[in-house]
């Protein structure tokens, strides 16, 4: 077994189960996060008297959207990850030719995965409704984390295979 190529692999199965968990948590531990949501959308634990307090959301149906659309986001990256990890493994064997061309659905995933971390939560979540403000409620840096992860993945997959 071409071990570059494994450790690709194992890479990205790695991060489609980290996604799997993360999504199965959110879904079986619902509240929790749900709870996290509502407070960056709302924007109560920013600076008091901060201007951009015009942004704050105070509709639990909003939160509802936001929370299941991250869910929805996390287990459809979960599913492609998986799909693209099966598709690598399958041609793990086979010749560059065979191999390079697979790793689209992996480059799909990985790409959603990292919209995710840096459009959801760093951007509109750390930006717009200025999440990097609470000490309570900021998951900047976890999203950071794996906005890294997924990236180091991501380039380190699309390594050309001799």
Not at 8 to 27: C, E, G, M, Q, R
Not at 48 to 74: D, K, Q
Request: glycine letters at 4%; charged letters at 15%; a neutral charge.
């Amino acid at each position: 077994m071409p071990v570059t190529r494994a450790s690709k692999i194992f890479l990205l199965a790695a991060l489609a189960l980290n996604f799997t968990i993360v999504a199965t948590n959110n879904i079986l531990d619902y509240d929790s996060n749900y709870q996290f949501v509502k407070h960056v959308l709302l924007m109560d634990t920013t600076f008091p008297g901060n201007n951009l307090m015009w942004r704050s959301i105070s509709s639990p149906e909003v939160y509802t959207i936001f929370y299941i659309s991250i869910i929805v986001w996390e287990l459809s990256i979960a599913v492609i990850l998986w799909l693209g990890t099966y598709r690598l493994l399958k041609m793990i064997k086979r010749g560059a030719n065979a191999f390079n061309p697979v790793k689209k659905t992996a480059v799909i995933g990985l790409t959603l995965s990292l919209l995710l971390w840096f459009t959801a939560f760093i951007t509109v979540g750390g930006e717009w409704f200025l999440m990097w403000q609470s000490t309570e409620w900021n998951g900047e840096s976890a999203a950071l984390q794996y906005f890294i992860v997924s990236g180091i993945v991501l380039i380190y997959l699309n390594m050309k295979d001799e």
